[in-house]
């Protein structure tokens, strides 16, 4: 009996199996699955991605260097495509060699672009108009004109002016929200009557945007006289109002916000009572402050910390942070979001004796991992813990790398004089440009790996290299060398998107611009 029952259950699986193979499934639907990343939508982009790994890490293929390009102003690398003259000049990286793809005209001071975003819609998210669907760039001027301009032609797709009393300057994500904002630089409001000590209110006003289309959720107002003395500074992410003071990082829950303080729903080109019946984004009237916060919210999540550094993430949540004492600087602090329990290890100090710190942050894959990156040491850290558990949570590494350097004393030889020599010893630096070192780390999220850049000018010339390393287990998978010198004293970036290596420096009054693309080796 128990053998017909195993028969009959084998079947059973064979034939779902079978039924599961052969089910027409609705494209929508696939791509719905691919989003959210469950069943089997992304099966061929994985599949794809792995046969791509694979050709870019063979040995008979290799970066070389392929186009240059200098300008007075800044270089920006979004999406495959390189923009210089502060987003007036495209380049397309998709072939073998950047080319140009489109010119604006020129701009103004007055109306210049400040800032920018890439926008890019969900596959399987159904937009009244097309040009939705297509990568399109957000622009914000110094006259306060947001505009969406597409990313292939730069043809305006919207424009909204935001207001004429308040300037606006920054532009960010808060991507799991799918909005936006745009900020304004910090100003001095009206003297507050009846607060000792306190002249001026200092306020910073938000305009936040749903995309995908373009929607206004509405305009608030962040100051002192709400949000208490040495307010310094205000961003959005994950949902959470997140206010900076002189010592301190206080979370708020922008849903509450928005729910309570809300007082008109806006649309654009609409008329609104805010403005006495005036359009919506249209100039010279804007958007008017239709969140009009008048006490201060309940506080979710407070901590003092260094410099304002806080940063949430892992599994379970827990925040780093540096405390304010002084014996606690160049140390990494890991609590538990839930009662501020400091984790098992939960102190990670990597002692550098360096003129640059240690960088840490929570790593971009969402594993909940930790990137610790020193001049001579990266760390992989995760948290190992329970949710709802009463023992605390344990840091331990997962893996690291480490670069070839001699930890050895140099002496420094003078002359007094009288002619009596004096040897002085002193302990080389960690991130000493004569030897192997860290600069920075880069994450490839399709291919999975880690980028990172190491200098040694251990030859006279400042030398950098690319290491690409497995993203899970840290091992060294190639190396790309860079053939333009590196000099630390000034700024680099480096973006690594699939077969392109981009490489931007900043050189006195000058900003270069390198491309390496994957090749194959000539025999």
């Known amino acids: 009996m128990n053998e017909n029952y195993q028969h009959i259950q084998e079947k059973s699986h064979e034939t779902m199996a079978l039924y599961r193979r052969k089910s027409n499934v609705n494209a929508a639907e696939v791509l719905s699955w691919r989003g959210r990343g469950i069943r089997d939508g992304g099966t061929l982009t994985r599949l794809n991605i792995k046969v791509l790994r694979g050709i870019l890490l063979g040995d008979n293929r290799d970066f070389h260097k392929v186009w240059s390009k200098t300008s007075k ?12 003259d502060n987003y007036l000049k495209c380049y397309s990286c998709v072939h073998s060699k950047p080319h140009a793809l489109y010119n604006l005209p020129s701009r103004s001071k007055i ?20 040009s939705d669907h297509k990568p399109s760039l957000l622009f914000l001027t110094a006259n306060n004109w947001l505009y969406r301009l597409s990313d292939a032609t730069g043809q305006e797709l919207e424009g909204v002016f935001l207001s004429s009393k308040h300037k606006f300057r920054y532009l960010s994500w808060d991507v799991s929200q799918e909005i936006f904002y745009v900020k304004s ?33 509405g305009m608030m107002e962040v100051n002192k006289r709400v949000f208490g003395s040495g307010f310094t500074d205000v961003v959005l992410s994950q949902g959470v109002l997140a206010v900076s003071y002189n010592k301190a990082v206080k979370l708020f829950s922008f849903e509450h916000i928005v729910e309570k303080y809300l007082v008109e729903k806006l649309m654009l080109g609409k008329a609104s009572s805010l403005l006495n019946g005036n359009t919506v984004g249209d100039i010279p009237f804007g958007i008017p402050i239709n969140i009009q916060i ?6 979710l999540f407070e901590v003092s910390c260094s410099n304002n550094g806080v940063q949430i993430g892992g599994f379970p949540w827990h925040y780093i942070h540096t405390p304010l004492q002084n014996c606690h600087q160049g140390t990494h602090h890991f609590c538990s979001l839930k009662d501020s329990t400091m984790a098992i290890n939960g102190i990670q100090n990597m002692k550098c004796n360096s003129l640059e710190s240690d960088v840490i942050f929570f790593h971009p894959d969402d594993s909940g991992r930790i990137i610790h990156v020193g001049p001579s040491t990266i760390n992989i850290l995760k948290i190992l813990g329970e949710f709802n558990s009463g023992l605390p949570s344990k840091v331990v590494k ?11 004393s140099t002496s420094q030889v003078t002359v007094t004089s009288s002619g009596r020599t004096v040897r002085k010893r002193f302990q080389r630096l960690d991130d000493d440009p004569d030897q192997e070192t860290f600069r920075m780390v880069v994450y490839e999220d399709e291919l999975d790996l880690l980028a990172v850049v190491v200098t040694n000018g251990a030859d006279g010339d400042g030398r950098a290299q690319v290491r690409l390393h497995d993203n899970q287990s840290g091992r060294l998978l190639k190396t790309v060398d860079l053939l333009e010198t590196w000099d630390e004293t000034y700024r680099h970036d480096l973006v690594f998107d699939k077969d392109t290596i981009v490489h931007i420096e900043q050189k006195n009054t000058k900003v270069c611009c390198h491309v390496y693309k994957l090749k194959t080796d000539a025999k």
């Open 73 to 84: 102003s800044t270089i920006m690398y979004e999406n495959g495509k390189i923009y210089l």
């Open 111 to 130: 109306d210049k672009f400040e800032d920018t975003l890439l926008c890019q819609s969900p596959l399987e998210t159904t937009l009244a108009s097309p």
């Open 185 to 217: 630089v910090q100003r001095k409001g009206p003297r507050l009557s009846g607060q000792a000590g306190v002249t001026q209110n200092t306020m910073i006003h938000l305009a936040i945007f749903k995309v995908f289309p373009l929607q206004i959720v």
């Open 294 to 299: 008048t006490d201060c919210p309940p506080v």
């Open 398 to 408: 997962d893996f690291s790398m480490a670069t070839h350097q001699t930890n050895i």
